[in-house]
């Protein structure tokens, strides 16, 4: 396996989506469970009905995703996904970026799949109450945290799809301490 090129800030960065996104079942690895879990949390959230066309859609979309990571992650394919490889993977994903290449595709996906969970209303921007339902309903960030995080984020405007990806971006490769997209996945506790 290569070197871990993440600065220990960085690190701990993609550690702390790891932990939310994927520690919900706290076995400390990346499986398929966890995609199916989300879904069923963004369907209680959003109020989708179980089976509906929006559960179908997003279902389908996570497990490519899943499916997508496995294949960049995975180095011992035991179908599992260890903080380890997470880590691994980001760091891959900085140099490739470092090198001026876009984020892979299954990222690209994976954004647009969580600015769409996050814009509940479908009008293409998310606002502070959206995010706020999105990330203490399915993540159990605490309200208050959340429509902080929101305010650092959001320059005072709803978030736009160009605005969450250059967010997005900026929370998985910046180093800088200060930048917005720190606070995208609610407030660190180690700026
Ligand atoms: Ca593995
Ligand atoms: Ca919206």
């Known amino acids: 396996m290569a070197e871990n090129q993440l600065s220990e800030f960085q690190t701990k960065k993609v550690l702390r989506v790891f932990n939310i996104l994927y520690g919900k079942n706290d076995d400390g690895v990346i499986a398929k469970d966890d995609f199916l879990i989300a879904i069923d949390?963004?369907?209680?959230?959003?109020?989708?009905?179980?089976?509906g066309d929006q559960y179908n859609k997003g279902k389908e979309t996570l497990l490519l995703i899943w499916d997508d990571l496995k294949k960049y992650a995975d180095?011992?394919?035991?179908?599992?996904?260890s903080k380890d490889e997470w880590v691994q993977m980001w760091s891959d994903?900085?140099?490739s970026v470092k090198n001026g290449k876009p984020f892979p595709e299954w990222q690209q996906r994976f954004m647009q799949f969580m600015f769409e969970v996050n814009d509940k209303s479908g009008d293409n921007e998310i606002d502070i109450d959206e995010y706020t339902?999105?990330?203490?309903?399915?993540?159990?960030?605490?309200?208050?945290?959340?429509?902080?995080a929101f305010h650092k984020i959001?320059?005072?405007k709803n978030i736009t799809r160009e605005v969450f990806e250059m967010l997005w971006i900026e929370y998985?490769?910046?180093?800088?301490?200060?930048?917005?997209g720190n606070y995208l996945f609610g407030i660190p506790d180690f700026i």
């Open 133 to 148: 339902t999105v990330w203490n309903q399915s993540y159990g960030i605490p309200i208050e945290e959340c429509r902080e």
């Open 93 to 95: 994903c900085l140099q």
């Open 154 to 156: 959001s320059d005072g």
């Open 75 to 81: 180095e011992n394919q035991d179908d599992k996904v």
């Open 172 to 180: 998985f490769v910046s180093n800088e301490r200060a930048a917005r």
């Open 41 to 51: 949390k963004f369907c209680n959230s959003l109020g989708w009905p179980k089976d």
